[in-house]
């Protein structure tokens, strides 16, 4: 990754320094940079780049999350001076970024957390970028972001969305929506495959959702994935792929952040929970001959897929957009979520069709900060819910596992009822430990009920 963004800058027309703690890596690197070796200059250690550097310098970091990355801050510190620049262009715990923030501004180093997305192919042809730091850090390198960028319609798909940690954590509920958007495309394929329909045809009807509504970067992959074939054995790809999926921790750290703000993006949740569980693939063998019950093919509409896949989605990027709303009030960010969706539109993974209905939604405001109550979602939902609720319901009634979609309906129906049943909870709560409630007919907290001592 960290390769592919350098050629991108070098290919833009910037000078830039390169290093990676492999010489072997660094020399792979060199001997395919091609006609852009004149904007290259290789160095084989940190000093070498911090010293090929003009000042202020700016230096990007693209290593694994977590300790690596203190690791190269450490060292880097050592070498760069007050009002040089250090960018983790990783992905990052935001928490860890926000402390970052903070110790490295004692050294009087600026410090960004950049969210990239859109893979190898984004960071070598045009990324989507999310910066988070000190506003006056980033004006030095604006023009070289903005270069790098993917563009929509012309407008670069990078931007400053906010101070310390803001980047990183837009770069993360980002790819908490990539694993719910990923985790329903799954259940329809999972659908589709038990009903018997051939992995060829399943990737025409991913390919004829690509011109519709549903058209994004993960419904074309899909549609290519399923129509590649392992060339040693002769089967489709996806046929000689183990069923575990693996996850470097953003979908778990979205989750995370939305409970202890209070929120709960559970659609977001169910795609975390079904790699996990993917994981344990002797245990659900076993478990498999041990509930041998009712697990019977779903013949289900073309049409009713797709709208339930729409649905789903829409309510997968609300919950993304509310933890949003909901850290930027608590972190104090104001961030610009309209801006937010703007930069999705192009170059990340969860590039689509959507976005651009989703900024402009967003831009007109957004009623208690839920996309799903935007005039043209709340349209898009009515229409689009009945099919979600009839995948849910006959896949459930056949017992087909379906976690993220029933996770979205579940959110949607507890959410469209203005009387609830936590009545009953706060009566319970009171009953056992008198902690208090409100009632509909008073002001005021603190009332107790008529419970026998
Ligand atoms: C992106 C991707 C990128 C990476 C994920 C994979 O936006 O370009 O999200 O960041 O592919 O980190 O994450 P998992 O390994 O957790 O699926």
Redesign the pocket.
């Known amino acids: 990754m960290g390769a592919a963004l350098a050629m991108n800058i070098a290919e833009k027309g910037f000078g830039i320094a390169v290093h990676n703690r492999s010489s072997e890596k660094l020399d792979d690197f060199m001997e395919n940079v091609g006609d852009l070796e004149d904007q290259v200059t290789p160095a084989e250690s940190l000093d070498g780049l911090v010293a090929a550097l003009g000042t202020p310098r700016a230096v990007i970091i693209m290593v694994k999350a977590g300790e690596p990355v203190d690791s190269v801050i450490e060292s880097l510190s050592e070498v760069m001076e007050p009002g040089d620049l250090i960018i983790d262009a990783g992905?990052a715990d935001f928490n860890d970024t926000r402390a970052r923030h903070a110790a490295l501004s004692e050294k009087g180093l600026n410090f960004l957390g950049v969210g990239?997305?859109?893979?190898e192919e984004?960071a070598r042809h045009g990324?989507s970028i999310m910066v988070g730091g000190d506003r006056e850090a980033y004006a030095p390198i604006e023009d070289i972001i903005t270069a790098i960028a993917a563009k929509f319609e012309g407008d670069p798909c990078a931007d400053w969305l906010g101070p310390d940690g803001a980047g990183h954590f837009v770069?993360t509920v980002?790819?908490g929506i990539?694993?719910a958007d990923m985790q329903l495309i799954a259940e329809a394929y999972g659908l589709m495959r038990t009903a018997g329909v051939s992995l060829g045809d399943m990737a025409e009807v991913f390919a004829n959702w690509n011109k519709g509504p549903l058209q994004s970067y993960l419904i074309e992959i899909t549609a290519e994935i399923l129509a590649v074939t392992d060339s040693p054995t002769g089967k489709p790809v996806v046929d000689i792929i183990m069923d575990k999926?693996?996850?470097?921790?953003?979908?778990r750290w979205t989750v995370i952040e939305a409970l202890k703000l209070g929120q709960s993006a559970t659609t977001i949740e169910a795609a975390v929970a079904a790699r996990s569980w993917s994981a344990g693939k002797e245990m659900r063998a076993a478990a498999e001959d041990a509930f041998p019950g009712v697990r019977d093919a779903v013949d289900l509409a073309n049409a009713d897929l797709e709208a339930a896949l729409l649905a789903a989605r829409i309510i997968g990027y609300g919950q993304g957009m509310a933890l949003l709303a909901a850290a930027s009030e608590a972190f104090e960010w104001s961030l610009d979520l309209a801006r937010v969706a703007e930069i999705w539109r192009a170059g990340?993974?969860i590039r689509s069709a959507l976005l651009d209905e989703i900024a402009s939604g967003t831009r007109e405001g957004l009623q208690f900060d839920q996309l799903i109550l935007s005039p043209a979602f709340v349209e898009r939902l009515n229409e689009t819910v009945p099919a979600l609720r009839r995948v849910v319901a006959a896949s459930v009634s056949s017992g087909q596992p379906i976690p993220a979609f029933a996770a979205a309906l579940s959110y949607f129906d507890t959410i469209r009822r203005a009387r609830g049943t936590t009545d009953l909870i706060q009566a319970q709560r009171d009953f056992f430990g008198r902690h208090g409630f409100e009632r509909v007919d008073k002001d005021g907290t603190g009332f107790h009920g008529p419970w026998a001592e």
Not at 116 to 119: A, D, L, Q, R
Not at 245 to 251: F, I, S
């Open positions: 992905n990239v997305s859109g893979g984004g990324p770069k980002h790819n990539e694993y999926a693996g996850q470097k921790g953003t979908g990340c993974i």
